[in-house]
């Protein structure tokens, strides 16, 4: 289950995505990493590319790189039963907090793998170490800063994979 202490350290790597394939390429990345009770905040503007990695490591983790995975905007919730069960969520129209209770998110954080876009609007609620992944413009690409907590083996990782040597 994730914890809810704050004062988790964090290793932070940062680099380039100059396309939507490498976008694809580190939701896939994850997919292959990531375990039940593991959450993935998903940070940045509209368009920056949140659903596009999510559907990427979903696809991946489920082994069907065709599968139709619908956008949970209006849902706010779409399952996926793999190996581990995979719950997406939309948080972009909650209001408050405390909807995010009655979607059961809460729940999901112990068994799950949860991806959660618009972690923001969790507040205190988001796990404490969740994997916050921001996607920000780059010209005409995008960045990946990425702050994992309490996992120095996957960011070391993710920084060897990921980053020039």
Known sequence: MCPTTPDLPRQTVTFPLATDADTARLGAWFA????????LALTGPIGAGKSHLARALIRARLGRPQEDVPSPTFTLVQTYVADVEIWHSDLYRLT???????????EAFAHAITLVEWPERMGSALPADAIRLTLSPLGDAR??????PGRPALAAALRADWTPA
């Open 32 to 39: 292959a990493r990531l375990r039940a009770g593991d959450c």
């Open 96 to 106: 408050h907090p405390d909807e995010v209770l009655e979607l059961g998110l809460d």
């Open 143 to 148: 960045r990946a800063e990425i702050a994992i």
